[in-house]
C-alpha cells in the first residue's frame, strides 16, 4: 500500500476512470454517502474490516446500498464490498469454515455466467486474485450465482438487473497480489498453507480486470 496506494486508487486506476469521474466517500471516517442519483454507478471497495462486526459505520452503509440497489442503481462491491452488499440485501456473511484464500485462484463461472452482462464470453474458468477469510455463506434472496472457487462458493453474484458482488478483487495486479503474499506469509503459514508456494503461482488476471472496466462501460450506458 505504502507503493501503490489504496483501495480507492487501485480500482480507480484498473476502472480506467480518471480522477475527476470518482468521488471518494470514506465511510469508515463516518463520511456519509450521498444521494446515488446523478452518479453512473457506485463501486464499494474492499476493507480489512469484518462485515460480520456489525459496526455503526458498516450497518448505515448497508442502509444505504440496500436503497440504492432497490431503486436501480448499478453497484459493483468488490471483497468486503461484496459481503457488504449480499449483508444489506438479506444474505449472510461469517467466517469462511473453508479458512483463507489467498493468492491467484481458479474460478469456475456458472451457466447463469453465460447471460450475464459482464461476465458472457469468459472462459469457463478464469483467473482472479482473492485474499479473505469471510465469505458470502447464504446469498440474498433472488440472487443468481455467477462464480465460485474452491474454497468459496459464492464468489460473484448479481441480484436484480444492476447490482454484482464479487469476493475477488479485479483490481489487484500480480504486483498488488505478491504484496499482500508476501506482508501476510506468517498468517497463511497459520493456516497450513505455503506463502512461497502461493507466490510464486501468482500470475495476471486480465479476465478478472474485465468484469470491472464492462461494469463501468455498461453503467456510463445507461446513466
Given at each position: 500500500?505504502?507503493r501503490h496506494g489504496r483501495?480507492?486508487?487501485w480500482?480507480?486506476?484498473?476502472?480506467?476512470?480518471a480522477?475527476?469521474?470518482?468521488?471518494?466517500?470514506d465511510?469508515?471516517?463516518?463520511?456519509?454517502?450521498?444521494?446515488?442519483?446523478?452518479?453512473?454507478?457506485?463501486?464499494?471497495?474492499?476493507?480489512?474490516?469484518?462485515?460480520s462486526?456489525?459496526?455503526p459505520?458498516s450497518?448505515?452503509t448497508?442502509?444505504?446500498?440496500r436503497d440504492?440497489a432497490?431503486?436501480?442503481?448499478?453497484?459493483f462491491?468488490?471483497c468486503?464490498g461484496?459481503?457488504?452488499?449480499?449483508h444489506?440485501?438479506g444474505g449472510e456473511?461469517?467466517?469462511n469454515?473453508?479458512?483463507l484464500?489467498?493468492g491467484?485462484?481458479d474460478?469456475?463461472?456458472?451457466a447463469?455466467?453465460?447471460?450475464?452482462?459482464?461476465?458472457s464470453?469468459?472462459?469457463e474458468r478464469?483467473?482472479a486474485?482473492?485474499?479473505?477469510?469471510?465469505?458470502?455463506?447464504r446469498?440474498?434472496?433472488?440472487a443468481?450465482?455467477?462464480?465460485?472457487?474452491?474454497?468459496?462458493?459464492?464468489h460473484?453474484f448479481?441480484?436484480?438487473?444492476?447490482?454484482w458482488g464479487v469476493?475477488f478483487?479485479p483490481?489487484?495486479?500480480?504486483?498488488h497480489?505478491?504484496?499482500?503474499?508476501?506482508g501476510?506469509?506468517e498468517?497463511?503459514?497459520?493456516?497450513?498453507q505455503?506463502?512461497?508456494?502461493i507466490?510464486?503461482?501468482?500470475?495476471?488476471?486480465?479476465?478478472a480486470r474485465?468484469?470491472?472496466r464492462?461494469?463501468?462501460?455498461r453503467?456510463r450506458?445507461?446513466?
Amino acid at each position: 500500500m505504502r507503493r501503490h496506494g489504496r483501495f480507492p486508487h487501485w480500482v480507480r486506476t484498473a476502472a480506467g476512470l480518471a480522477r475527476d469521474e470518482v468521488e471518494v466517500v470514506d465511510v469508515l471516517s463516518g463520511e456519509a454517502p450521498p444521494s446515488h442519483r446523478g452518479y453512473a454507478g457506485i463501486l464499494v471497495t474492499g476493507s480489512g474490516a469484518m462485515v460480520s462486526d456489525r459496526e455503526p459505520w458498516s450497518e448505515r452503509t448497508a442502509d444505504w446500498l440496500r436503497d440504492a440497489a432497490h431503486a436501480g442503481a448499478a453497484v459493483f462491491g468488490i471483497c468486503y464490498g461484496h459481503q457488504l452488499l449480499a449483508h444489506a440485501l438479506g444474505g449472510e456473511v461469517a467466517d469462511n469454515p473453508r479458512g483463507l484464500e489467498m493468492g491467484t485462484i481458479d474460478l469456475d463461472l456458472s451457466a447463469h455466467a453465460a447471460d450475464d452482462p459482464l461476465f458472457s464470453g469468459l472462459p469457463e474458468r478464469i483467473q482472479a486474485q482473492a485474499t479473505h477469510t469471510q465469505s458470502v455463506l447464504r446469498s440474498p434472496e433472488g440472487a443468481v450465482g455467477l462464480a465460485a472457487s474452491t474454497m468459496d462458493d459464492c464468489h460473484a453474484f448479481r441480484w436484480g438487473d444492476a447490482a454484482w458482488g464479487v469476493q475477488f478483487h479485479p483490481e489487484f495486479s500480480a504486483g498488488h497480489m505478491r504484496g499482500y503474499v508476501a506482508g501476510r506469509a506468517e498468517r497463511l503459514v497459520a493456516h497450513g498453507q505455503d506463502p512461497g508456494a502461493i507466490h510464486a503461482a501468482v500470475r495476471a488476471a486480465p479476465d478478472a480486470r474485465r468484469v470491472l472496466r464492462r461494469f463501468v462501460r455498461r453503467a456510463r450506458r445507461h446513466a
